[in-house]
């Protein structure tokens, strides 16, 4: 187990007498932010605030370079080359730029498919969708069984030759399944369609190796993994990118402007148009640094070790039905739940009472939340910083609403 204490120190969020007693398990909305990412972004504005790329003087050198650095630490924490990472404004903005991308390359001919999975979270599911709608695609849904895995079986029989684009989420933000993100990738390499890894609940709390997964783009945001807010990544392979259209279009992402049309900067320049992200993007190498430095295989165990406890401890509580998956080796700290007689959004209400942080509602995977009967749940997440007494402190909260509704 890593020590928590310790760890927290890091934080200056844990330390403000505030919130010294705060049981922070709402880390698949966000994490709290490492005092070293937020002062590397405070850096930026207060000592070499300039854009990046265009200009030849001294302090525009220096935001450049600290730009390409976080570039390439964001490459090696997901094994990957500096070329094939996008900064995106978040794991959202990854999936519409490489949904567009795709259409904009003629990916999409009337009468394709796409496959997803009921997993999905609405950054996923809802761009498909769309971009369905208008290529007039077939979407189809790999359903999910009981024991909250992915049936693989089907997904076998959906991904075919018609099939041109396979997404799938690496981590669900409402089970915390860990999903074969390997096998996906291949089946649908074997059909010769392209494979998109949603890893936003996965990075930073379990190893991703793009080569090791083979998918061919993969997303996530900086903020779920100690970054900042505001900043994402697209990946994608290089072989891919070079011959790909870009998705959004405007300065910074051109090689050569004539009055009807433009030519492209290499790849990744031609898919970030417009002034980037700068500070964010440099918080982000150095949240990257930061875990790696904790061992992300060492974050990942810890999870795990502590969401067995709180398995164990909440099945132990009567009127507590557990959502998420229950096997704690699938599953990265997302305890999804529901309280005998609460609405999830006064169990969730209440507990913040007793300075428990938790989220209720649907989670934007509405599909998911509805296929298993309820329309909210309550959900406790949790990160490398939360330690068995944080669990210990979720039931004894769990306790008091059931007081309130006894
Ligand atoms: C699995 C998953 N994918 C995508 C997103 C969207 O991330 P963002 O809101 O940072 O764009 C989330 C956020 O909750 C998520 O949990």
Known sequence: ?????????????????????????????????????????TEYYRAYRAN????????????????DEARAKVAKFINADDREIIFTGGATDSSNLLMYSLENSGVFQEGDEIITTMMEHHSVLVPLQELAKRKKLRLRIIPMLAE?????????KFITKKT?????????????????????????????AYSLIDATQAAGHIPVDVKEIGCDFLFFSGHKMCGPTGIGVLYGKKEILDKLTPG?????????????????????????????????????????????????????????????YALEELSKVDGVKIYSQTNPEKNIGVISFLIEGAHPHDTSEILARFG????????????????????AVTRASMYFYNSKEDVDGLIAGIGEVKKVFE
């Open 148 to 156: 909250k895995e992915l049936d693989y079986n089907e997904a076998e």
């Open 52 to 67: 990046v790329n265009r200009g030849l003087y001294p302090l525009s050198q220096r935001a450049s370079k600290a730009y």
């Open 248 to 308: 959004n279009f405007g300065g910074g992402m051109v090689e050569e402007v004539f009055e009807e049309e433009a030519s492209y900067a290499l790849t990744p320049a031609k898919f970030e148009a417009g002034t980037p992200n700068i500070a964010g993007a440099i918080g982000l190498g150095v949240a990257c640094e930061y875990l790696e430095k904790i061992g992300v295989g060492n974050i990942e165990n810890h999870i795990q070790e502590v969401t067995k």
């Open 356 to 375: 428990v942080a938790t989220r209720a509602g649907h989670h934007c995977a509405q599909p998911l939340v509805k296929s298993m009967g309820v329309y």
């Open 1 to 41: 187990m890593l020590d928590t204490k310790t760890l927290k120190k890091d934080f200056s969020l844990f330390q403000n007498e505030e919130q010294k007693d705060l049981i922070y398990l709402d880390n698949s909305a966000t994490s709290q932010t490492p005092d070293v990412v937020a002062e590397a972004e």
């Open 164 to 192: 041109k684009l396979v997404a799938c989420i690496g981590v669900s933000n409402v089970t915390g399944t860990i999903n074969n993100m390997k096998l996906l990738s291949d089946l649908a390499r074997k059909v010769g």
